[in-house]
């Protein structure tokens, strides 16, 4: 038979992949049947994309209007607070100029209806490449900077996207989750990459967040090891693996292996479980190529209902797969 999946090339490499609509259809005739299988057991699905800095599809970042509506978190990328406690927002795209439009397209955004019955967020990533939380920054000065930037943006969290060793450094960190969890009613995630090191200098906060996806690309299965590896009776020689989306059981990934591991070692609820790919091979430098069908069928599998990529400019180029066929999961 003939194929529908098509790839654009550049300087000899794919760069994208499409599905025509006969592919698309059966993946979703696919989802459909795992979700009526399922029954009532599978919990509503947190469909996360982060926006703003898209280092290589700034072309592709859409308005906040233009996001598909299968998302209902958006992540805006990316914030940094000085010794002070002042939020600033490194961004990228049609807002780069324009954070009063930013902050007022957000509120309608959020005024909208959700496909699905699910609560609309929009959140602030602190972190990326050049974040910086300051390890002498006090809790009082940081709360302060954080909640005046947030009502002044229309936003209802904050995403922790450090360098594990800021994270391990910054003294304020965890009373300021709790604080703005318990005291001020936000919502506070994190996405440390799902590696040894940031793992265990993310392992104190964990527990205290909203959810955690960790980041399954950049780094491959075998990075991490005990306390995060998959139980040994499934996979017995992980250090083999490596792909993450390799599967034992009939549709448990190792991913998800990896992410209950987590959850064991550090005590998280299930409805603290989330994870996060790259949305192409564009997005990322490597283990950067899943096939997002399966992904979808691995996660109503595992249960998990926070799920992101990286990032919504790279799924816009890909005529939004990643976000209906997650979303899918909610029909």
Known sequence: GTSCRVSTRRAGRALHTYYCP???SFFMSVLLAVAALLGSSQATVDVIGYYGNSGNAVASIPLISEINENYNVIIITFASLDNMGTVTLDIQGPYEDDLDGLATDLAKWKEGTDLYGRGRLAMVSVGGQNGLWPSDLSSADCLTGLLDFMETMNLDGLDIDLEGSAVASAASLSSVITSLISDHGKVVTAAP?????PLDNYASILP??????PQYYNNG???VTTPYV???DL???PWTVTDWQDEVNGGYAFWAGVLDAISDADGLSSEQKGMLIPCSISAASSYNNYDIAKLAQEVAFANVTH???WAIAYDNEQDWTFAETLGALNI
């Open 22 to 24: 006969m592919a698309r």
């Open 307 to 309: 799920v992101g990529t």
């Open 235 to 237: 996979w017995p020689t």
């Open 193 to 197: 990459e799902a590696a040894q090191g």
């Open 208 to 213: 205290l967040l909203s959810w955690v996806h």
């Open 221 to 223: 299965p075998n990075a």
């Open 230 to 232: 998959p139980s040994a």
